[in-house]
């Protein structure tokens, strides 16, 4: 399965959000005065500085306290001003006070993206690895493996490393899935002479004379080619 799409969308729904607080952060902390954490490199005065921003608290780095500074009061910072005109920010600089929508504001921001959608991504990439083992379930297994070295020594007990034509041929019947052929075709053909011996060897090998047993029920064996 191609995870790809997936993310894309979680990654386009997360940058809209990201988006959204970004610009409503700028309206709510632009006039913020600098202090320790929001300063000249962690502020939210421009689009690009709120990103910032918010990419930084979204990994858990110093939230609460972004958020707390956001949130200072004229009691808690006495230099700050409540209200500020253009004149007095162009003379002395940007000096305005927190508001209280800091809280509501990264408090939802934490839980909708470091929560939500963090565990949305984890819970895609899980999604995609438990389709792909479904997908891969026939792929042969160690012991898959096992099963067919043991069939292969009843046919090749010297370990010469092939065995004959028509032995071949139960061979493939007895295998097991994954290595089973789903469909034989209806009619299977044998040297007669080889038929003949190998109707006689079976008497002492039970399991291949029960093989041969059910491809004559099943199958029409043909003594000859011709």
């Not at 799409?5 to 902390?29: C, D, H, K, R, V």
């Not at 949305?120 to 096992?146: F, P, R, W, Y």
């Amino acid at each position: 399965m191609n995870l790809l799409p997936q993310i894309t969308n979680i990654m386009s729904l997360i940058f809209l959000l990201f988006f959204i607080y970004a610009a409503l952060g700028i309206n709510l902390f632009s006039g913020v005065m600098f202090q320790e954490v929001i300063n000249e490199k962690n502020n939210f005065r421009t689009f690009e500085g709120a990103l910032l921003v918010l990419m930084r608290c979204a990994t858990g780095e110093d939230w609460n306290l972004i958020m707390s500074e956001l949130a200072v009061t004229k009691e808690q910072q006495p230099n700050c001003l409540v209200e500020q005109s253009y004149e007095q920010s162009t003379k002395d600089g940007i000096m305005g006070c927190g508001t209280n929508f800091a809280y509501p504001f990264f408090i939802s921001f934490m839980v909708v993206i470091s929560m939500l959608f963090m565990n949305l991504c984890v819970a895609a990439v899980i999604e995609g690895l438990n389709e792909a083992n479904d997908q891969n379930s026939g792929v042969v297994t160690k012991e898959d493996a096992m099963v067919f070295l043991e069939l292969w020594k009843i046919y090749d007990p010297k370990a010469l490393g092939w065995i004959a034509q028509n032995d071949l041929v139960f061979f493939l019947y007895q295998l097991p899935a994954p290595f089973t052929i789903k469909e034989f075709s209806k009619e299977v053909y044998f040297d007669k002479a080889w038929l003949a011996n190998r109707d006689k060897e079976f008497r002492e090998k039970p399991r291949q004379k029960k093989t041969l047993e059910e491809m004559r029920d099943r199958f029409i064996i043909n003594e000859d080619r011709d």
